[in-house]
C-alpha cells in the first residue's frame, strides 16, 4: 500500500523559509506517468495547487508562487520537497503532499487523479 | 487559467436524500481532465471520481459523475452520515496549472 508521510516545521515567522519534506512509502518515483504534488489549504478556504514534480525533477509550479517556489525531489531517499521563501501570514494554511497519476500518449491524456495525500502538516506564519 | 466553479456553496439535505453537485468550467476541459474529491476536516481529501465519470478503487457506486465541456456533476444517489463533507472538483491537463473549484459543503439538514 502506498503511503506519504510529511513533516517540516509548523511555525514560522515571517520572511522564513519554509521546508516541507514528503516521503514515498510502497511506490518508487520511476515511472513518466507519476506527478508528486503539494497542495495548501488555507484556514476556511479551498484547495490550492502550489505546484509538482515528477521523477526526472522537472517540476511545474503555480504563478502564483512562482518566484519563491521550488520543488525537488530525492531519488535515493525516495523524497520529494517543497521549499516556499519569504513566507508572510497569508501562508498560513494545511499543507498537503499527494501523488498524481497521469496517461499520455501523442493525441491522449488522462488524469487519474490525486489518488494518495500525505496526513497534511498544519503550517502557521507569525511574529 | 481554467477557473473551476462550484454550485451551490452548501447544500443541506437529510440522509437518505440525493446530492447534485455542480461544477462549471471558465473554458472547455476534457472529460479525461475531470476529477473529484471529498474532503472531511482533520483529514486529507479522498479521490472520488476521476475522468469525469470513473470511480476510484474503493467508492461505493453511489457516487457517480458526468458532465462535458464546461459542465460537470457529481451526484450522491442516497446520502449515508459518513457522505457529509466538502466535495472539490478538480481540472488536471497536459499544460499547467491545475486548478480546483471553490468547493461545495454538503451539511445535514
Known amino acids: 500500500q502506498v503511503q506519504l508521510q510529511q513533516w517540516g516545521a509548523g511555525l514560522l515567522k515571517p520572511s522564513e523559509t519554509l521546508s516541507l519534506t514528503c516521503a514515498v512509502y510502497?511506490?518508487?518515483?520511476?515511472?513518466?506517468?507519476?506527478?508528486w504534488i503539494w497542495i495548501r489549504q488555507p484556514p476556511g478556504k479551498g484547495l490550492e495547487w502550489i505546484g509538482e514534480t515528477n521523477h526526472r525533477g522537472s517540476s511545474n509550479y503555480n504563478p502564483s508562487f512562482k518566484t519563491r517556489v521550488s520543488i525537488s525531489i530525492d531519488t535515493s531517499k525516495n523524497q520529494f520537497s517543497l521549499q516556499l521563501r519569504s513566507m508572510t501570514a497569508a501562508d498560513t494554511a494545511v499543507y498537503y503532499c499527494a501523488r498524481g497519476r497521469v496517461g499520455e500518449a501523442t493525441f491522449w491524456w488522462h488524469f487519474y487523479g490525486l489518488d494518495v495525500w500525505g496526513q497534511g502538516t498544519t503550517v502557521t506564519v507569525s511574529s | 487559467e481554467i477557473v473551476l466553479t462550484q454550485s451551490p456553496g452548501t447544500l443541506s439535505l437529510s440522509p437518505g436524500e440525493r446530492a447534485t453537485l455542480s461544477c462549471r468550467a471558465s473554458?472547455?476541459?476534457?472529460?479525461?481532465?475531470l476529477a473529484w474529491y471529498q474532503h472531511k476536516p482533520g483529514q486529507a481529501p479522498r479521490l472520488l471520481i476521476h475522468?469525469?465519470?470513473s470511480r476510484a478503487t474503493g467508492i461505493p457506486d453511489r457516487f457517480s459523475g458526468s458532465g462535458s465541456g464546461t459542465d460537470f456533476t457529481l451526484t450522491i444517489s442516497r446520502l449515508e452520515p459518513e457522505d457529509f463533507a466538502v466535495y472539490y472538483c478538480?481540472?488536471?491537463?497536459?499544460?499547467?496549472?491545475?486548478?480546483f473549484g471553490g468547493g461545495t459543503k454538503v451539511e445535514i439538514k
Open positions: 475522468g469525469t465519470s
Open positions: 473554458q472547455s476541459v476534457t472529460k479525461n481532465c
Open positions: 510502497g511506490a518508487t518515483f520511476s515511472g513518466y506517468e507519476w506527478r
Open positions: 478538480q481540472q488536471y491537463g497536459r499544460s499547467p496549472p491545475t486548478t
